[in-house]
């Protein structure tokens, strides 16, 4: 599956459906171009299991208000459209795997 560009418009109907990791992120963040390139490995490795939507949160400053990010990246995971888990800051491939293996 590929990973999927969310904006304030479409960030609902993106995260109302299974297991979702929503990345909230910015161009200028370090970390979150750090965490980019595992997020795909994420994506190539799980598949179907999970999908990834990202969320420049410059550009989209509506629905990172409404999930609270005040750092980035923040990775939100969602089931169902309902927040279950929640991250702030780099993570390596292995801990993300394991957060959102606890929802699959």
Sequence with gaps: MAIVHS???TFT????EGL???DFWAPWCGPCKMIAPVLEELDGDMGDKVKIVKVDVDENQETAGKFGVMSIPTLIVLKDG???DKVVGFQPKEALSELLAKHV
């Design 13 to 16: 109907n993106d995260t109302n």
């Design 7 to 9: 904006t304030d418009q």
């Design 20 to 22: 979702v990791l929503a």
């Design 82 to 84: 309902e927040v279950v």
